[in-house]
C-alpha cells in the first residue's frame, strides 16, 4: 500500500479508497478516530470527515515499521 499526500475541504466528506494486494495494513489517523484493519487482497474505501481545517498525519500502524516507513505514511491537508 502506497500513502500519498491527501486535500479536502474543511466538513466535506472524503472517500479514502485502500486497494491491497500484499499483507495485512491499516489506515490510521488518530486525530479523526480512524484505524481502519485493511485484509490482504482487498479493497476498501473509508468515509472520512475533517471538519476542522489543519494537517492531519495518517500512516500504517501494524507492519512494515508503521509511520517510520516512508511509504506508509502521509499526511491529509484540510482547507476552510
Ligand atoms: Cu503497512
Given at each position: 500500500m502506497l500513502f500519498e499526500q491527501y486535500a479536502a475541504t474543511a466538513g466535506a466528506g472524503l472517500a479514502a479508497e485502500c486497494q491491497q494486494h500484499r499483507g495485512l495494513h491499516d489506515l490510521a489517523i488518530p486525530e479523526l478516530g480512524i484505524d481502519a484493519k485493511i485484509a490482504p487482497r482487498s479493497d476498501k474505501t473509508l468515509d472520512i470527515l475533517a471538519a476542522a481545517p489543519g494537517e492531519y498525519a495518517f500512516y500504517c500502524d501494524?507492519?512494515?515499521?508503521?509511520?517510520?516507513n516512508p511509504s506508509m505514511q502521509g499526511v491529509l491537508k484540510v482547507t476552510a
Open positions: 501494524v507492519c512494515c515499521g508503521g509511520k517510520e
